[in-house]
């Protein structure tokens, strides 16, 4: 099973790929695709930070 840490280290790897292939991407080639990937990272992000603060379990460990 996945830590909150690893989850998070996840979405940060994805969300920076996210970002690379929208600034790296010409005009001609516009897509909305790695645009919607970093929101989606991005909220992914959001939801593991919110949920690692309520989480005492894990700091346990």
């Known amino acids: ?3 909150a840490l690893d989850r ?3 979405y940060s790897v ?3 790929i ?3 292939a929208l600034v790296l991407r010409t005009p001609a080639e516009a897509s909305l695709t790695p645009l919607i990937g ?3 990272t ?3 992000i959001w939801v593991e930070m919110r ?3 309520s ?3 894990e700091q346990e460990h």
Do not use: H
Request: with cysteine; hydrophobic share 50%; proline share 4%.
């Open 1 to 3: 099973m996945l830590t």
């Open 55 to 57: 989480t005492p379990e």
């Open 14 to 16: 994805l969300c920076f």
């Open 51 to 53: 949920r690692w603060q």
């Open 38 to 40: 970093v929101v989606v």
């Open 8 to 10: 998070l280290t996840i």
């Open 18 to 20: 996210s970002f690379c």
């Open 42 to 44: 991005l909220g992914g």
